[in-house]
């Protein structure tokens, strides 16, 4: 078991959570003057910092995209990642050489990121062996795109879902992404990754997929951005949430 997988397995239970925030915030920082960007980027901050630590009693992990890092930049994405003991995931979907993919490793897991999401699809000599490579070094986590939440997913990557769970346990990910709202095909990872490797399972909420469903097929943690972060009460938004899930998971059992 990798430590990043072990220390999330950790989070669940010292929670009771298998719910991930997906922090999906942005703002159109670069339009805006100078003095008015540096106010908006304070703003920024102040609202994530206020969603995530009402949202984080009832959370395992958050997820923060790339609109957010580029929005606050890696300081201020530093001093929110510093805001949470609860486990951090950069969702920057890094598909690149490896020596840019070394170097996006290097300053997201600098800043605090304890896992990093990449796309397996560039492959891994000269490509995703930088990532890991940093990942090991710092002693950071890998989780790996094998499928996408959205329709178009179906073109070019759900074909080849399977060579690419085969591809995260031949590298040792951490956990894989899988789209709970398609949770057949959550339940087909599983029996490709076998029962340690993680599965992450975005699409709940906002596209449409039930609280749940991912976890029955197979999935870890199920991934919700809009249905939290939009809602007037976030904390009571992620409570009912995360009590549906534990609902799943004791029926589950």
Known sequence: MTRLNKRIKEKITQQKSRL?????????IYSLSEV????????????????????????????INYPLILALGL??????????????????????IDNTAEWIARHLYGIGFDGLI???????????????????????GVILVINMSHPG?????TPCADALAEFAVEHTA???????????????ARSRLGN??????????????????A?????????????????DDPAYAARLINDEINHACAEGE
């Open 153 to 157: 997913s179906s073109l070019f990557i």
């Open 196 to 213: 340690e490797m993680l599965i992450l399972a975005p699409g709940v909420g906002a596209q449409e997929a039930r609280p749940g469903d």
């Open 174 to 188: 951490d956990g894989v992404i899988a789209p709970a709202t398609r949770p057949a095909e959550v339940e087909s």
């Open 118 to 140: 990449a796309h397996p699809f560039v492959g891994f000599e000269k490509s995703l062996d930088g990532l890991f490579a940093v990942a090991r070094e710092k002693e950071r």
């Open 36 to 63: 008015k960007r540096a106010q908006a980027r304070t703003s920024l901050l102040h609202r994530a910092t206020q969603i995530l630590v009402k949202a984080a009693p009832y959370l395992a992990a958050v997820k």
């Open 75 to 96: 300081d201020f994405t530093a001093q929110l990642l510093s805001t949470t003991d609860l486990i951090t995931i950069g969702d920057v979907k890094i598909a690149d």
């Open 215 to 231: 976890i029955r097929a197979g999935a870890d943690l199920e991934i919700v951005g809009r249905a939290i972060y939009q809602a």
């Open 20 to 28: 991930v925030l997906a922090l999906d915030l942005a703002e159109d």
